[in-house]
């Protein structure tokens, strides 16, 4: 029995628990638009041509905050925010979803925060319960598949086109891992599964809390075309207001750019959004690392005095850092602010740390506190970068990726 799933049902945010991935496996092109929702076998009767990807995004949810009231019973159902304190130059690292209803969220300086919520919880993080959490769930990833891609503590891409369990589901795959997070750690995860790492963690975001997000191949272009431009996955806050000044409000209109005048605008990554207006993303998932460092900065037209617009181009270089980290699958232990002061006396500031850093948040949680012990309080600044070295990197496989799997998957079946 085959039912016919639109459109509308997927933009629906309808739970998919019920859907499985039968058509990430492409079947015949004459193949209609509609799902398998047959679960218990999901691959009993498609044809088992594979052509793509199968990606999952797993994403802790609240990651930091879930840890603490997980740990601290007394602060469940509570309004919680962790990483900077209200008094300190700090900005949010994680807010609990109590605390999102009052507009607070990753990034934002607790100052702003605290006058949101004055009665949440303020924590500074304890990252190193965070980095054991984080190694148990990498530990539940590595049971499910050989490439596994860390974007922070508690994000990671999987590619399971080949998995160490023989699944040919990929949804079955993400609510296994689910139910282990759960199990184990006493947190839940949120899971999106598609074809690409772009679609992947798009979806990992729809149902979030607790959810799991499926987007069919057959799909992924309409899903873009309606998806509004913040949600997409690799347009920051800044990016979007400028989309949207341009008159690029969702995946659609952003479809009808050409790349050249995308690259005219936004610079190199024109080409980035291009694809991921057409669904198409061709980065693998990348266990292996080699970069020595990745960075950016700025420098103004006019000096800086304020540390709101110190702040702001803060935040436009972590987001540059983080997109950049990302593409090169990098993340890194040491975080250095340049400065670069009205008079042009440079100076720098590192921290070092025993996570891998390479979520925005991070970025610009270390990076605040960083320029907070410069001297930007009563000197201008012509210029501000960010740099995170001592990345991770992992020799133990090559990066060949997707294209040796699908090999090995056509092969064996
Ligand atoms: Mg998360």
Not at 100 to 126: D, I, W, Y
Not at 254 to 268: P, T, Y
Not at 326 to 334: S, Y
Request: proline share 4%; hydrophobic share 40%; net charge neutral.
């Amino acid at each position: 029995m085959t039912r016919r799933v639109g459109r509308a049902f997927l933009l629906n945010h309808v739970s998919l628990r019920q859907l499985d991935d039968a058509q990430i496996h492409l079947s015949a092109p004459s193949a209609n638009s509609s799902v398998e929702p047959d679960e218990e076998t999901p691959t009993a009767s498609a044809p088992q041509v594979v052509l793509v990807r199968k990606v999952i995004h797993v994403d802790m949810d609240a990651f930091y905050a879930s840890v603490e009231q997980r740990d601290n019973p007394s602060l469940r159902g509570k309004p919680v925010v962790v990483g900077g304190l209200p008094e300190q130059r700090g900005v949010v690292a994680t807010a609990s979803y109590e605390a999102r209803e009052f507009g607070v969220h990753s990034a934002m300086p607790s100052r702003t925060a605290f006058k949101k919520c004055p009665h949440a919880v303020f924590l500074r993080p304890r990252f190193e319960v965070y980095r054991a959490v984080s190694e148990q769930i990498r530990e539940i990833f590595d049971r499910y598949s050989e490439l596994v891609e860390p974007l922070s503590l508690d994000e990671a891409y999987l590619d399971v086109t080949v998995n160490k369990k023989s699944m040919p589901s990929a949804t079955l795959v993400a609510r296994e891992i689910r139910a282990a997070i759960l199990q184990e750690t006493g947190l839940t995860a949120s899971a999106g599964v598609s074809i690409n790492k772009f679609l992947a963690k798009t979806a990992s975001g729809i149902n979030k809390p607790d959810g799991l997000y499926l987007i069919a191949p057959d799909r992924a272009e309409s899903f873009v075309e309606a998806l509004p431009i913040e949600k997409f996955h690799g347009i920051g806050a800044v990016t979007a207001e400028k989309m949207r000044s341009l008159g690029i409000h969702n995946g659609g209109e952003l479809r009808s750019w050409s790349e050249s005048d995308l690259i005219k605008k936004f610079g190199k990554a024109g080409s980035y959004y291009y694809q991921i207006a057409r669904a198409r993303d061709d980065r693998a998932v990348v266990s292996n690392r080699v970069r020595k460092s990745v960075g950016a900065e700025e420098s103004f037209a006019e000096d800086l005095n304020d540390s709101e617009s110190m702040h702001k181009a803060l935040v436009e270089i972590a987001e540059t850092v983080a997109r950049r980290l990302e593409k090169a699958g990098a993340a890194g232990r040491t975080l250095t602010l340049k400065v670069k002061y009205g008079d042009y006396q440079q100076i720098t500031r590192s921290r070092t740390v025993t996570w891998s850093i390479c979520k925005i948040d991070d970025i610009l949680n270390i990076a605040t506190d960083l320029l907070s012990v410069t001297e930007v309080s009563t000197r201008s600044v012509r210029l501000l970068g960010i740099t995170l070295s001592n990345l991770d990197e992992d020799d133990d496989s090559s990066d060949a990726g997707g294209v040796v799997q699908l090999t090995l998957d056509l092969a064996g079946r």
